[in-house]
């Protein structure tokens, strides 16, 4: 099964989106985004596909959307990809891709919409909010 996760191991929606796909049995390919960004294309390309913007995919709560003035409507889509890559921490995370889609996984169960295999047991996110009950069934309604 081939599941990649641009994954950052200090977000914990990050370490949940992680725990409910290893949930299925499936070990995927985990990638740490912060050391290892995926080029200009894979990055355009993983954006398109979730069905987000750009924008949509930037984290303008970190310090470097601001230095940068990444605000400013005249930035092109290209442009925010190259900060994006210059400064990792502004991709917003988790991408999963998987053959059903790929999905920015925020909240973590967006992720349950692309997987291919079913869940296998209970899952709770680390705050404790029950996501899939004992017979691999989700609790939460679907997003």
């Given amino acids: 099964m081939n599941i990649t996760i641009y ?23 985990v990638i740490d985004y912060l050391a290892n960004p ?19 995919a930037i984290r303008a ?5 601001a230095e940068l003035g990444l605000d400013n409507p005249a930035l092109t889509d290209a442009a925010l990809i ?20 790929v999905r920015l996984c925020r909240p973590a169960e967006l992720v349950l919409n692309i997987l291919p295999l079913p869940q296998l047991g209970a899952f709770s996110k680390e ?9 691999g069934r989700r609790i939460t309604k679907a997003l």
């Fill in 38 to 56: 995926p080029s200009h294309a894979q990055l355009a390309a993983m954006i398109a596909q979730a069905g987000l913007t750009v924008r949509g």
């Fill in 82 to 101: 190259d900060a994006m890559l210059a400064h990792p921490i502004l991709i917003n995370r988790p991408f999963v891709v998987t053959p059903h889609g």
């Fill in 61 to 65: 709560r970190e310090a470097p959307y």
């Fill in 127 to 135: 705050d404790g909010e029950a996501v899939i009950d004992g017979a």
């Fill in 7 to 29: 994954h950052n191991p200090r977000c914990g929606s990050s370490r949940n989106t992680l725990a409910l796909i290893r949930n299925t049995g499936v070990e995927p390919s």
